[in-house]
């Protein structure tokens, strides 16, 4: 480094108006919604700014705890699921020459920006039972009649699923594509099937992206808003689903703000815990 | 093996798609597949209904505002972190990728309780700044990506042949970091223009975009132009993620090593 003085400072300031907008726009609304979470409700109104409690109270009760149960069940089944199922693509595509990758990715952004309202509705025509892919089966002699498969909890499964596998395995690609390709070969050349290679020799060399990608997945699962009530009945509801039906349905902005500060809680402790995973990681490797 | 199970994922991820874009075909005002007589008359209501272009034409405006602004934000982050890496540069940073990690509900509810009291709710500059907040870590992670990618050595070659620093941004910075920009610029968009809850907590009672369109369609009643924009829109991703992997290198945009 030279030791003369910086001439025109070191490109600090261009820090200001980020952190004012972010400030303004993130950090205030943030903090506000905390706030509303303590505020009284005003029937027709937002809130008043009277402390209680009782927002707290009602979602410690019996049917918000098993709400917060199920979201949790299911947000860590779709991880699950995104994991079994996108640890061996992402391994199988970053094998591919880097040209023949090109086109996965773009149809992984593709579907992964998808509108969770267009995911939504074409899950739903596609479990229909007029436009459903049970009119195929019964094309091909396999059912008697069609019928349909939602609203179900298989449905809001398969959508969230549908919505997390992109996001899943694009988190893992870093990771698999930086992996040393000579790992899984000299397997190989030892004599283990390509199966085995992947199982006994990539996956283990891959404990901590998988303990983080799982997280992640888990979150983003989490913040799945439309889909339970697009796909399921009023018993798949999550978190998400309940904190936007209280917001917009049912005009009760301080409650809604209670579940939310729980999901953000929810969320910063598993992040907290990746974030964990990832300093373990990199101690293990230094 | 791996062909079959690519095949299958392929599979899986194509299967709604196609079943919309079946749909889309139907010559009649019925969802129904497969479709009874083939016709592109709801590919041409999305432009000819007045209601569905209104929402297309808002869809775009808030996006392209929106991820214009989320440039503007990111940009002056990642360059103040190339320069030097202080711990409000890592404050400021870490703001602008948590709301992209929340749940978006949060980043919606927030909206919701600040826009109201402050007395914009429903305003339609409201939901551009929202959506720039929430999308500021797309922008912020190509950028980053595209400044770690300028070699030191140039930027002190310069310096010690007389450029000062608004020479070296104009001829080395400018350049080599457009294509990340641009590629930022490009993903705020896209997912922008799918967005619809932050966009449903702020203006959903005064706008239409399309996301916000579909879904009123889906509760009041269901026409085809609710699957033909669908399609559109997936073709509009897919072509934009082309282009940027058509112009850029979108392995290494994603994370993958340098090409060997």
């Known amino acids: ?286 | 093996m791996s062909r079959l199970f690519f095949a299958l994922v392929g599979l899986f991820l194509a299967a709604p798609v196609a079943i919309i874009a079946g749909v889309s075909l139907n010559a009649q005002q019925s969802l129904v597949f497969p479709p009874k007589g083939l016709s592109l008359r709801w590919y041409g209501a999305i432009f000819t209904d007045a209601d569905w272009r209104a929402a297309l034409l808002t869809s775009v405006s808030i996006a392209a505002l929106a991820a214009a602004l989320a440039v503007l934000i990111a940009l002056p982050i990642a360059y103040a972190l190339w320069r030097r890496t202080t711990v409000a540069g890592r404050v400021v940073q870490l703001l602008g990728i948590s709301p992209f990690v929340l749940p978006p509900v949060i980043t919606a509810l927030g909206a919701l309780a600040f826009w109201s009291t402050v007395g914009f709710y429903g305003s339609p500059f409201t939901v551009v700044v929202s959506h720039a907040i929430f999308f500021t870590s797309l922008p912020l992670v190509t950028l980053t990506l595209g400044f770690s990618s300028i070699d030191r050595e140039i930027v002190e070659a310069a310096r010690t042949m007389g450029a000062d620093e608004r020479a070296v941004r104009r001829t080395i910075v400018a350049p080599m970091i457009r294509p990340y920009l641009v590629s930022g610029f490009a993903f705020a968009f896209v997912l922008s223009l799918n967005e619809y809850i932050i966009a449903y907590m702020t203006v959903g009672f005064t706008m239409e975009t399309v996301p916000i369109k579909i879904f009123n369609a889906l509760r009041y009643g269901y026409t085809p132009v609710m699957a033909s924009i669908s399609v559109l829109f997936v073709g509009l991703a897919a072509l934009i993620f082309g282009l940027v992997a058509r112009f850029g290198d979108l392995p290494k945009l994603l994370g993958a090593w340098e090409r060997r």
């Open chain 1, 1 to 286: 480094m030279s030791a003369a003085q910086p001439r025109e400072g070191s490109g600090q300031g261009a820090l200001v108006f980020p952190g004012v907008m972010l400030g303004a726009f993130f950090v205030v609304p943030f903090g506000l919604m905390i706030a509303v979470s303590f505020f009284q409700r005003v029937q027709g109104g937002f809130y008043e700014p009277i402390v209680t409690g009782a927002n707290y109270a009602r979602f410690l009760s019996l049917f918000f705890g098993e709400i917060l149960l199920f979201s949790l069940g299911l947000s860590a089944l779709v991880a699950l699921i995104c994991l079994v199922v996108g640890a061996p693509f992402t391994y199988a595509l970053s094998r591919l020459p880097r040209r023949a990758q090109v086109p996965w990715l773009v149809a992984l952004l593709a579907v992964l920006s998808l509108s969770e309202v267009i995911i939504g509705f074409s899950w739903s025509t596609l479990l229909s039972r007029t436009a459903g892919v049970s009119n195929l089966l019964v094309a091909l002699g396999l059912m008697a009649s069609p019928a349909a498969f939602t609203p179900s909890f298989a449905a809001v499964l398969l959508g969230m699923t549908y919505q997390a596998l992109p996001y899943c395995v694009l988190v893992f690609y870093p990771s698999f594509s930086r992996l040393d390709p000579s790992l899984g070969e000299a397997a190989e050349t030892l004599g283990a099937s390509p199966i085995r290679a992947f199982l006994t020799v990539i996956l283990p060399a891959l404990r901590g992206a998988l303990a983080a990608t799982f997280v992640v997945v888990f979150v983003f699962a989490l913040g799945s808003y439309l889909l339970p009530q697009l796909l399921g009945r009023p018993q798949h509801w999550t978190l998400s689903v309940l904190i936007t039906d209280q917001a917009i349905y049912q005009s009760n902005m301080p409650f809604a703000a209670a579940m939310a500060v729980f999901l953000v809680l929810a969320s910063l402790l598993l992040v907290s815990l990746t974030a964990l995973f990832g300093a373990r990681r990199t101690e293990s490797a230094a």
